[in-house]
C-alpha cells in the first residue's frame, strides 16, 4: 500500500485538489441549457435526421437552428478535448474538458438531439458523461465502459459491477487519504492520478495492421483509381470483421485516434501482392458518423449509403454486404522482390489467414532473420566460450550488436532486434538493475580502475585513501547469484595486462567458479580470495581498421573468440525506405567496396569496408551529410595511415564520382 501511494502521490493535482468550487461547473451550466432549451418537436425530428453538413448549413441560415448548434457546441467544448471550436465555445482559459472521448463532433450532435428527444436511446458513452456532470460526487470522469472494466480487472482486481464501480473505486483511492478541498472534485483527481498510470490497468496490443487473402481480380483496378483520384484516397470494404475483432479493432481505433495510420496487406499465395495504409475505418452501423468527413476527401470508389457497399449476383441479389469500411491514403502493389511471406515475415495474432483476416504485431523482415540468427550463434558461442570479441570496420553496429547479445545471453527473445530504441530501452532497464555493465577501454585505465584500489575520500575535512572495488569486482559480485553481462568498447585500446593483472587467467570458462579447473587467486591489494562466476559473460568490441590491433594481447587472443561484423549490403537495401536514398546509397556502397578492392591493402576487404551504418540515411540531404562529413574523411584516414595506398589524384577522383550520384 505504501508503494501504491508513492507511485500516485507524484501524480496529485494540487490545483484540482484546492479548487473551492466543482471543476466543471460550467459543463453543468451548459447542460443545464440545453435541457432548457425550447424546440419544437418537428424541427427537432427533422435535425437529428439530417447529416452534419446540412445541420451546419441550416444553422448558418435558419435563426431557430443556430442557437440549438452553440447550445450543443458548447456543452461539447466542456466533454471532449478534440470538441469542435473549443476555443471560441470553451469559457475556462486553460480550456479543460471533462476527457478525451474520441467521438467525431457529428456523433456528439445527433447523440444530444437523441437526449433532447428520448434520453433512454443515448449511447452509454454519453450516459456516463451525463452522469459525471449530474453528479460528479458519485461518479467518475470515465466515458468508455472497456476503460471501467479494466480499472475493475487490473487495479481494483474484482469483477466489473457497473452499479458498485464508482463506489469500489471510490474506496481503493479514499484509503490513501488523498485531500481534496470540495468532495465534488475527488473523482476527477483520482482519474488524472490512474490515468497517469494507465499503463498498470490498461491491456494494450501493439497491434501495426491487417492481413487478408483475397484472389478476386478488383486490385489493379482500384489502385489506378486511387492513384488518379483527386486527393489520391480510396474505400476499401470487407463482409466480415478481422479474427478477435473487439480486442483488434479497439487497438487500432487508438491508432487511429493517435494519429497514426495502419497498414493493411493483401495475401495471394502467401505473399503480399498489395499494401494499403489505412487513415481511417468504420463498422456498418457507424458509417453514417463519417460518410461526411470521408466525402471531402473526394476518395475513389466511395457511396453515401453503407448499404452500396455490397457483391450482388447476376440476378442483383446480394451476396455480400460490408460490415466494415476502411479509408485508404494509399494503394499500391508490391514489387515481386519486395513481397513478404506471411508464413514467416509476419508475427500474427492469429493463425491461420484463411476465409477471415488477422491482425499482425510485427513484421519480420529478411534483415529481422538473419539478426535473430546471428544473435543465436554469437549466444551460442558465448555460452561456451564465456568471452567474445565483436570485430569490424567502423559502421559495422559493433557496440549496438553488443547491447542485443548481451540481452540474448539473459533470455530476452520477445523483441524486434532491428528496433533500436526497443532493444536500448530494455537494455538501459537491465543495465540499471545491474545485470549489465559498460566499460571502455584506454590507456590510462589501470588494475585500481577496473578491479579494486585505493582512492582518496574526504573526512573530516583530510583526505585519506580507501580501498574501492572496481567496476569487474563489482560486476562479478552482482553474477554470484545471476547471469550479467560486462561489455568492454575498443577492448584494444587498453594495457590488458595491466588492467586485468592476476586475474587473465580467471576468464577461461574451464578456470571459473564450477569450472572444471576452478582457480582462485588473492586480490594484490585486500587480500580477498577471487574468483570469476560462470554466470557473467564479457563481449568486446575491436576497431579491425585501428592499427594497434595488431599488437593485441596474446593472452586475451587466446582466452576470447572473435567474431567479424562484416558491412552489409542488404541493410542498406532493406532498412533505407525512400526509395531515391536507397537507390543512391547502394549505387556508393558498391562504389566504395570497389575502390578498396582496387586499392592495395594489407587487410581483407571484411575488415576494411566501412560499415553499412555511413549509407543508411532518412533523406538525401542526410546521405550527402554523412558522405562527404564522415564517409570521406573515414576514407581519407585509410590512405594517410598507410592502409591503402592510393594517390591523391586518384582519391579525390573517387571522392568527386561519389558525390555526383547524389547531387
Known amino acids: 500500500m505504501i508503494e501504491q501511494k508513492q507511485l500516485l502521490q507524484q501524480y496529485y493535482n494540487n490545483v484540482i485538489a484546492n479548487t473551492p468550487e466543482f ?57 471532449d478535448l478534440n470538441a469542435c471550436n473549443k476555443e471560441s465555445y470553451n469559457d475556462y482559459d486553460d480550456k479543460r474538458t471533462i476527457a478525451r472521448a474520441g467521438i467525431r463532433q457529428n456523433a456528439w450532435v445527433r447523440q444530444w438531439l437523441t437526449y433532447k428527444m428520448d434520453p433512454s436511446k443515448i449511447a452509454e458513452s454519453l450516459q456516463n458523461v451525463i452522469d459525471y456532470i449530474e453528479h460528479p460526487d458519485l461518479n467518475f470522469p470515465i466515458v468508455s465502459e472497456d476503460h471501467k472494466e479494466q480499472l475493475s480487472k487490473n487495479l481494483l482486481r474484482i469483477p466489473y459491477n457497473k452499479e458498485s464501480f464508482a463506489a469500489n473505486l471510490f474506496n481503493f483511492f479514499d484509503r490513501f487519504g488523498f485531500d481534496c478541498n470540495n468532495n465534488q472534485n475527488k473523482s476527477l483527481l483520482y482519474a488524472k492520478m490512474f490515468y497517469s498510470i494507465r499503463d498498470k490497468w490498461l491491456d494494450t496490443i501493439n497491434i501495426k495492421g491487417l492481413v487478408a487473402r483475397d484472389g478476386v481480380n478488383w486490385k489493379n483496378n482500384f489502385e489506378l483509381d486511387v492513384t488518379s483520384s483527386n486527393k489520391g484516397y480510396g474505400i476499401m470494404w470487407r463482409h466480415n470483421l478481422p479474427t478477435n475483432h473487439t480486442k483488434v479493432l479497439k487497438a487500432l481505433r487508438k491508432r487511429i485516434n493517435d494519429g497514426d495510420t495502419f497498414e493493411f496487406y493483401i495475401i495471394e499465395k502467401n505473399f503480399t501482392t498489395y499494401k494499403a495504409i489505412v487513415e481511417d475505418f468504420a463498422l456498418a452501423k457507424d458509417y453514417k458518423d463519417v460518410v461526411e468527413e470521408w466525402s471531402e476527401k473526394d476518395p475513389a470508389w466511395f457511396y453515401k449509403d453503407i448499404e452500396d457497399y455490397s457483391d450482388k449476383d447476376s440476378n442483383g441479389n446480394i451476396i455480400q454486404q460490408a460490415q466494415i469500411v476502411f479509408l485508404v491514403k494509399s494503394f499500391k502493389k508490391i514489387p515481386p522482390q519486395e513481397q513478404l511471406n506471411v508464413n514467416t515475415n509476419f508475427k500474427l495474432l492469429n493463425n491461420p489467414v484463411r476465409a477471415y483476416y488477422v491482425a499482425f504485431t510485427d513484421i519480420i523482415t529478411t534483415s529481422d532473420i538473419k539478426m535473430d540468427k546471428t544473435l543465436s550463434d554469437l549466444a551460442t558461442l558465448l555460452t561456451i566460450k564465456k568471452n567474445i570479441i565483436l570485430q569490424g570496420a567502423p559502421g559495422t553496429g559493433k557496440t549496438f550488436s553488443t547491447a542485443a547479445l548481451a540481452l540474448k545471453i539473459l533470455g530476452i527473445n520477445d523483441i524486434n532486434w532491428n528496433n533500436h530504441k526497443a532493444v536500448m530501452d530494455k537494455y538501459d532497464s537491465y543495465v540499471k538493475e545491474g545485470r549489465i555493465a559498460f566499460t571502455t577501454f584506454h590507456q590510462s585505465m589501470d588494475y585500481e580502475d577496473f578491479i579494486e584500489g585505493y582512492k582518496p575520500q574526504v573526512h573530516n575535512n583530510e583526505i585519506q585513501f580507501e580501498l574501492k572495488p572496481g567496476l569487474f569486482r563489482e560486476i562479478c559480485k552482482n553474477a554470484k547469484d545471476k547471469p550479467c553481462v560486462l561489455i568492454i568498447d575498443e577492448i584494444n585500446r587498453g594495457n590488458v595486462s595491466k588492467i586485468f593483472g592476476e586475474l587473465i587467467t580467471l576468464l577461461e570458462a574451464d578456470k571459473r567458479d564450477g569450472g572444471d579447473h576452478r582457480i582462485q587467486v588473492k586480490l594484490t591489494y585486500s587480500g580477498d580470495s577471487f574468483s570469476v562466476p560462470s554466470n557473467l559473460f564479457i563481449i568486446g568490441t575491436m576497431n579491425t581498421t585501428d592499427r594497434s590491433v595488431g599488437s593485441i594481447d596474446y593472452a586475451l587472443r587466446r582466452r576470447f573468440a572473435f567474431w567479424t561484423l562484416k558491412s552489409d549490403i542488404e541493410v542498406v537495401k532493406n532498412e533505407n525506405t525512400n526509395p531515391q536514398v536507397k537507390s543512391n546509397a547502394i549505387t556508393i556502397f558498391e562504389k566504395v567496396e570497389e575502390f578498396l578492392k582496387d586499392n592495395p591493402s594489407d587487410m581483407k576487404i571484411d575488415d576494411l569496408m566501412p560499415g553499412h551504418s555511413y549509407f543508411l540515411a532518412e533523406s538525401e540531404d542526410e546521405l550527402y551529410t554523412k558522405l562527404k562529413y564522415e564517409l570521406i574523411p573515414l576514407i581519407e584516414e585509410y590512405s594517410k595511415d598507410g592502409i591503402i595506398e592510393v594517390s591523391d589524384e586518384k582519391l579525390n577522383k573517387a571522392f568527386d564520382e561519389w558525390i555526383q550520384i547524389i547531387k
Open 23 to 79: 471543476y466543471f461547473s460550467k459543463a453543468q451550466e451548459a447542460l443545464e441549457s440545453w435541457r432548457s432549451l425550447t424546440i419544437d418537436q418537428n424541427l427537432l425530428n427533422t435535425l437529428v435526421k439530417l447529416d452534419y453538413a446540412k445541420f451546419n448549413e441550416l444553422a448558418e441560415s435558419d435563426p431557430l437552428v443556430k442557437p440549438i448548434k452553440d447550445c450543443i457546441f458548447k456543452l461539447v467544448s466542456y466533454c
